[in-house]
């Protein structure tokens, strides 16, 4: 089946310490997303690949680093930066071609639940 | 100004009823938009693609209005599974950044027997 995995789905840390939360997709998509969702909050974007060995941050990058190894991978670090970290983090993967051309709506991982405690 | 805004509601309507959400935005690079649904501590799905004037898929209709920078949902015969979040999104067109997904912060929907 294609799709979009996120792990762990919950995910507990201490405050100092850094953390890594795996977002893996089979669909060939080359864009993909981060997204953080506070309760009864909007979707926020962090960070976005439109391509491999390329990323941009979105409008909440501090306390917040990406890689884009591969094209299946988008792993994002929640650094100790990060002052208020506990949330629910949502990755995302789409065609990366002008919208225009239709077709690129974005498909969502299952969220990583994580609490700083 | 947030870039994609949304009456947050919450809107309680009976089932049968039908329902219209709003939706504006502030970009006009955006050129595609989404509705997408959210359940209680899911993933957002995508409930419909809007990248014309409009289309429609069973009970529901979205429409688009460039000159007002104007999306609705229109939910007809409302079913308590219905029951969700709507989350309305716009997609920029051309430049550097095209594709980038713009979310607004949602309207919550409840429908009761």
């Known amino acids: 089946d294609g799709g979009i995995t996120q792990s762990p789905k919950y995910l507990f840390r201490k405050e100092g310490q850094n953390v890594t939360l795996s977002c893996e997709q089979n669909l060939n998509h080359d864009a993909m997303y981060w997204y953080r969702q506070d309760p009864g909050q909007g979707l926020r974007l962090i960070y976005y690949s439109q391509i491999v060995n390329d990323f941009q941050k979105g409008d909440i990058a501090e306390g917040y680093s990406v890689s884009r190894e591969k094209k299946e991978s988008f792993p994002l670090t929640v650094t100790s930066a990060q002052k208020n970290p506990t949330a629910f983090y949502l990755c995302?993967?789409?065609?990366?071609?002008?919208?225009?051309?239709?077709?690129?709506?974005?498909?969502f991982g299952q969220g990583t639940r994580l609490t700083v405690v | 100004r947030k870039e994609v805004e949304q009456d947050p509601g919450p809107f309680n309507v009976p089932e049968g009823a039908t329902v219209a959400f709003n939706c504006t935005y502030s970009n006009s690079a955006s050129q595609s938009f989404f509705w997408y649904r959210q359940d209680c501590r899911k993933e957002p799905k995508l409930l419909m693609s809007?990248?014309?004037s409009g289309n429609e898929d069973g009970r529901f209709t979205a429409q688009l209005n460039r000159a007002s920078q104007y999306i609705s949902l229109l939910i007809r015969d409302s079913k308590l599974s219905d029951s969700a979040t709507y989350l309305c999104v716009g997609q920029k067109s051309g430049g550097t950044s095209y594709g980038k997904l713009t979310f607004g912060q949602g309207t919550i929907l409840t429908v009761h027997p």
């Open positions: 995302a993967s789409s065609l990366n071609r002008d919208p225009l051309m239709k077709n690129t709506e974005a498909f």
């Open positions: 809007v990248y014309s």
